[in-house]
């Protein structure tokens, strides 16, 4: 067990509907990272968040955003979703302080199925 | 830009065996972090194993061990006296520091069959 929680672990929704996607980081960590993997495009880093505050992003698409709420937990907002939206979404967390750390770890990930 | 490659698509070995699984970076940054990762068919990404640029020892972390040669920018993976459970996908990744960020930039992976 990574210590991270992504809730849900599967989700079926169809196109044109908003979903959100939960993750809980370990204790002590203060950094979440979003990435997508999906079978074309591989793993991709979507955008961080330090400490409630954006860090940096990725290739994000303008219909997803994200937050980091006060107590550390980050909501991966997916709208307006699309056939090639379908892909496992992972959490990941680390202390991110930016000393380089030597672990990161991931939730088990979200599988969003849009039909 | 950091980039990742892994050039085995997939890989064979019998069980009890070694197997190494090769990974090449490309960065211009003198401190770098590589890390690997197992994906194993139920989808969670497990960490294995981390390499610091400067440390100059190969990391171990039980049956897995990383080759770390700086000068041709390789980090391979050294699985030992392979299990059965060892069949995944095995990930490397490097971390992008760019903005402030830890961010991990990973290769396209390779998938690792144990054969009985």
């Known amino acids: 067990d990574s210590g991270v929680t992504q809730t849900p672990k599967h989700l079926i929704t169809a196109t044109g509907q908003r979903v959100t996607l939960r993750c809980s980081p370990r204790s002590g960590d203060l950094s979440v990272y979003w990435y997508q993997q999906s079978l074309d495009q591989g793993l991709q880093f979507l955008i961080q968040y330090y400490n409630g505050e954006e860090r940096a992003k990725g290739n994000i698409l303008e219909r997803f955003s994200a937050q980091q709420f006060p107590d550390l937990h980050s909501e991966l907002n997916l709208s307006s979703l699309e056939l090639g939206d379908s892909a496992l979404y992972f959490c990941?967390?680390?202390?991110?302080?930016?000393?380089?750390?030597?672990?990161?770890?991931f939730g088990q990930g979200t599988r969003l199925t849009v039909v | 830009a950091q980039k990742i490659t892994q050039t085995q698509p997939g890989m064979f070995v019998q069980e009890k065996e070694a197997v190494t699984l090769d990974c090449t970076y490309d960065?211009?940054?003198?401190?770098?972090?590589l890390f690997w990762y197992k994906q194993p068919s139920s989808g969670e990404m497990i960490f294995l194993i981390y390499q610091g640029s400067y440390d100059e020892q190969n990391a171990t972390e039980g049956r897995y061990s990383l080759n770390f040669q700086k000068a041709r920018k390789s980090a391979n993976l050294v699985i030992s006296a392979s299990q059965l459970g060892d069949s995944a996908m095995y990930f490397c990744a490097m971390r992008d520091r760019r903005g402030g960020s830890e961010k991990l930039v990973f290769g396209k992976g390779t998938k690792l069959t144990v054969n009985p």
């Open positions: 960065t211009s940054d003198q401190s770098y972090g």
């Open positions: 990941a967390s680390s202390s991110g302080a930016g000393g380089g750390d030597t672990e990161a770890f």
